[in-house]
């Protein structure tokens, strides 16, 4: 077999186990680097990695391999594989090499599908940041999500937070969603969300198994309260059913934007690890249907986009906030890529 030399794609591992280890997952970190040595013993998988379109990082690639294997050791086989996630051993090249050599097929064809974490602790950035808009205009929400997988985000107003000093939502809910907290707290508002819906390319849905299984498998496997906090969340989501649209983002976007507003409500476009998956002109584009849509705001039909996404140089994730009729733009905090923790800025220097 020929032996393939490292790329960009296979040196995307060994940078996302870094970061891993770096952000609490030990364990993970140790089966992408088992993963970076044993790749080998699937030659099909390799392959496809190894010629990778694009960003490797920006695609989540090293991620999409772990949820392939997690997706395996949850059903049981192979059995040393599922035994390693377990816990009850830690030969990761011994059962990394054997998942990859019997199971190349399979981790090739989940590859080809970006990931699904649809990471309920990010609600408590989207939730801040309506905080900020609700106290500065008390009107209620109009939600359009880009990106939104299963539309679990779409039901933060159902999630109980503590951000700080202040709690938001559900207090009697089942997902509770209190990231550590740096900086001064949120300010106090009453956030009331009238509508919400989202877009997705591949859009999953909580009531069917194989969708619900597919979150799961990308939760990491060292951090069993991830996976506790997206049940309940599912569950939620199994009861209240998300309105999630399949389609292209920002077609269904410019179509959203160009319906008429009700007057007295916010309309807030929201996205959350989403842009990275975007190409530089479809980004661009975005872009420019926001700033047309926010050149028609007016104060009693305001609009407002909340992101939470990666930098362009991935140094950071960044919470941004831009308000419209206005304009004003404001990074509110440095959030951790999961929702861990939150440092928070508040309104501070608002760049134009």
Avoid at 116 to 122: D, K
Avoid at 169 to 176: E, F, H, I, K, Q
């Amino acid at each position: 077999m020929k032996v393939l030399t490292r790329t960009g794609a296979t040196q995307a591992f060994m940078e996302q186990a870094e970061s891993c280890r770096s952000t609490g997952s030990p364990f993970l970190a140790s089966v992408l680097e088992a993963v970076d040595r044993q790749l080998h013993l699937a030659p099909i998988s390799g392959r496809m990695i190894h010629d990778w379109p694009g960003d490797p990082a920006a695609a989540a690639l090293a991620l999409r391999v772990n949820g392939a294997l997690h997706s395996l050791a949850r059903r049981g086989e192979p059995r040393y594989l599922a035994d390693l996630y377990n816990g009850e051993h830690d030969d990761f090249d011994g059962a990394i090499a054997e998942a990859l050599s019997q199971e190349d097929q399979f981790i090739a064809d989940w590859m080809r599908y970006p990931t699904q974490t649809n990471e309920v602790a990010r609600a408590a950035g989207i939730m801040s940041a309506l905080l900020v808009v609700a106290a500065e205009r008390p009107t209620p929400f109009e939600i359009l999500e880009l990106g939104s997988s299963c539309g679990l985000n779409l039901n933060l107003a159902r999630y109980a937070y503590t951000l700080g000093g202040a709690s938001a939502g559900d207090p009697a809910s089942a997902v509770r969603i209190a990231p550590r907290w740096i900086g001064a707290d949120p300010p106090a508002a009453l956030v009331k969300i009238v509508t919400a819906q989202g877009v997705d390319l591949n859009p999953l849905s909580a009531l069917n198994p194989a969708h619900r299984e597919r979150l799961l498998s990308f939760t990491w496997a060292d951090q069993p309260a991830r996976s506790r906090r997206l049940e309940a969340a599912l569950q939620i989501a199994r009861t209240h059913p998300p309105k999630v649209h399949r389609g292209d983002a920002k077609l269904w976007l410019a179509q959203r934007l160009a319906e008429r507003q009700s007057e007295g409500v916010c309309r807030a476009v929201v996205h959350s690890m989403f842009i990275q998956y975007l190409s530089d002109q479809n980004r661009s584009e975005v872009a420019k249907i926001m700033a047309a849509a926010g050149a028609a705001a007016t104060a009693s039909r305001p609009l407002v986009e909340i992101s939470l996404e990666w930098t362009h140089d991935r140094r950071e994730v960044q919470l941004r906030c831009t308000r419209w009729p206005d304009g004003d733009s404001t990074v509110l905090a440095i959030c951790h890529a999961y929702g861990d923790w939150v440092e928070w800025r508040g309104l501070g220097i608002v760049a134009r």
